[in-house]
């Protein structure tokens, strides 16, 4: 089992950045593949990104893709998620996630441990 944890959302005005942290913890992190998906009021959870277990590749949601970058420190059991360029319909609860799969997916339900998820809110 792993346990996840977000931190770094919060408010910021449209064109601003935010740095999202997902500390893990539990079994070898580099075990899993990460993924951030995110839900904003009245809608579904969707996938924004997601990164394989030694960062050999990153892929991204077509909404996100040259805004956000997501990293990974295996050796601090953290990834990241790098937002710029930030747009109100980017407002959510952004969740980290891990993936016993060898490979990445968009697909929540591949995903088997969550974290609580953190607020980013954009202002226009």
């Known amino acids: 089992q792993v346990q996840l944890v977000e931190s770094g959302g919060g408010l910021v005005q449209a064109g601003g950045s935010l740095r999202l942290s997902c500390a893990a913890s539990g079994r070898p992190f580099s075990s899993y593949v990460m993924g951030w998906f995110r839900q904003a009021p009245g809608k579904e959870r969707e996938f924004v990104g997601g990164?394989?277990?030694?960062?050999?590749?990153?892929y991204y949601a077509d909404s996100v893709k040259g805004r956000f970058t997501i990293s990974r420190d295996n050796t601090k059991n953290m990834v990241y998620l790098q937002m710029n360029s930030l747009k109100p319909e980017d407002t959510a609860v952004y969740y980290c996630?891990?993936?016993?799969?060898?490979?990445?997916?968009?697909?929540?339900?591949?995903?088997?441990?969550w974290g609580q998820g953190t607020q980013v809110t954009v202002s226009s």
């Open positions: 996630a891990a993936s016993p799969l060898y490979r990445g997916s968009p697909d929540e339900r591949t995903y088997a441990y």
């Open positions: 990164i394989s277990r030694m960062s050999e590749g990153t």
